[in-house]
């Protein structure tokens, strides 16, 4: 049930209509105070807050190791199929950037290189 109500919230709320989404909050409160169900109320916002969580684990996100390299290292990451809004600096990165969305890594910085040699010359 709570999962019913979880993902009609959801929908209503990327039609990006902020007066239906308002209502359907309305009508779903209006609702579980008439079936005696108010104690359902945090369920559903605790799932939504997981879902949200999740959402934006999964979002593409670019890091860069300075702010200067970011329009670069987008432009880039965009050509090779990750597109994202913004870069956001990683100063473990040394140099370079990283790129990483729906399971796919692209790595183009200083310390992956630098683990490369590494592991390689360790082994």
Known sequence: ???TYTRL????????????????VTKLIVHL???GRM????????????????????RP?????SEKESSAA??????LGITARHATVNHSLIRG???????????????HALTQIYQKVTV
């Open 97 to 111: 950037w990283r790129a990483q969305s729906a399971g796919k890594l692209i790595d183009r910085s200083a310390k």
């Open 9 to 24: 919230l959801e929908a209503v709320a990327e039609t990006e209509d902020k007066a239906a989404a308002d209502a359907a």
């Open 1 to 3: 049930m709570i999962d």
């Open 33 to 35: 105070k008439s079936a």
């Open 39 to 58: 104690n359902m109320l945090p369920k559903i916002v605790r799932e939504l807050r997981r879902v949200a969580s999740r959402r934006h684990a999964l």
């Open 74 to 79: 987008l432009a880039a990451a965009s050509a």
């Open 61 to 65: 996100r670019v890091e860069v190791a």
